[in-house]
């Protein structure tokens, strides 16, 4: 709570203001966990499903979290990712940062003051895109939910008609079931694919950015992956687009595969390092 307040009560634009904050707080970790609710529409939220905690032992030496700092985690997701209360908007198209509106208590209301300092407001953008560009890529989604229902789809089928048949299943609602879920499945498959460009477009609209967006293509040749920002995004043979507001920096770094060795970056940001900011 004194941290809250002391961000809703002080200018975060001011540099020390917002260095007083990140001795406290680890920004990236709420940056993270606002980008996730935000991005895959996390229906009852804000100011819910979420925890704040920090380690209130010694630090200890090569432990990074034991620093003292708050940080969240986030959990409930049974409504997100397609699934919601809407009825009125597609939920890929639903705008979530109308969701939080001009909350004026709890972490919400603090990460609303927070974008008011253009460090932050910059790495939260930055973040966002990388969510749709690398973590949520649309193919790699399609690819791994559809993979984790051919595996469990039976086992799903199984809960469902156990909770919600009084009598044994027979075939024909286990078919109902079945298709009903598969059906749902679908719904999460059309989210990811159709979620990037609405969402991107609402970040921008929300902290008040106004800038071109530029496309980069990242591909690979050879075996090895690239990191985007940090996060893996795995062999690129086929290559991958990525966009961000102009002015945006953004690092990539090459992985070269066992027993292999990276030998640079063609194109137009050509050059020798491994890892590269531009």
């Known amino acids: 709570n004194d941290l809250i307040d002391f961000i809703q009560d002080n200018d975060m634009s001011d540099a020390a203001n917002y260095e007083a904050v990140t001795q406290q707080l680890d920004v990236d970790s709420m940056i993270e966990h606002f980008v996730l609710c935000l991005y895959t529409g996390m229906w009852d939220w804000p100011n819910h ?23 969240f985690g986030t959990y409930d ?19 979530m940062f109308g969701k939080m509106g001009t909350t004026s208590s ?42 984790l229902a051919d595996t469990y789809l039976e086992y799903f089928t199984d ?12 075939e024909s609602l286990r078919d109902a079931e079945r298709a009903y879920l598969s059906a749902k499945t679908d719904e999460i498959i059309q989210f990811f694919q159709k979620r990037p460009d609405y969402a991107i477009a609402h970040m921008m609209s ?20 690239i990191l985007i920002d940090g996060i893996p995004a795995g062999e690129l043979s086929d290559g991958l687009v ?37």
């Open 49 to 71: 499903n979420y925890i704040a905690w920090r380690s209130n032992g010694a630090n200890i030496e090569g432990n990074p979290y034991s620093d003292g700092r708050w940080r």
């Open 77 to 95: 997701f049974d409504f997100t990712c397609g699934l919601d209360y809407s009825g009125s908007v597609s939920s890929y198209s639903y705008n």
């Open 106 to 147: 709890y972490t919400t209301a603090a990460f609303i003051r927070l974008l008011n300092n253009p460090a932050f407001k910059d790495k939260f953008a930055r973040r966002f895109c990388d969510y749709a560009n690398v973590v949520y890529e649309p193919d790699k989604m399609a690819a791994q939910i559809t993979g």
């Open 159 to 170: 809960s469902e008609l156990r909770w919600n048949s009084a009598e044994k299943p027979t």
């Open 206 to 225: 929300y902290c008040g950015m106004n800038n071109e967006l530029y496309s980069v293509t990242l591909s690979t040749n050879g075996n090895g992956s």
């Open 242 to 278: 990525c966009r961000y507001p102009a002015g945006t920096a953004i690092t990539v770094s090459a992985a070269p595969a066992d027993g292999e060795s990276f030998t640079g970056w063609s194109g137009r940001f050509g050059c020798k390092e491994n890892e590269v900011t531009f």
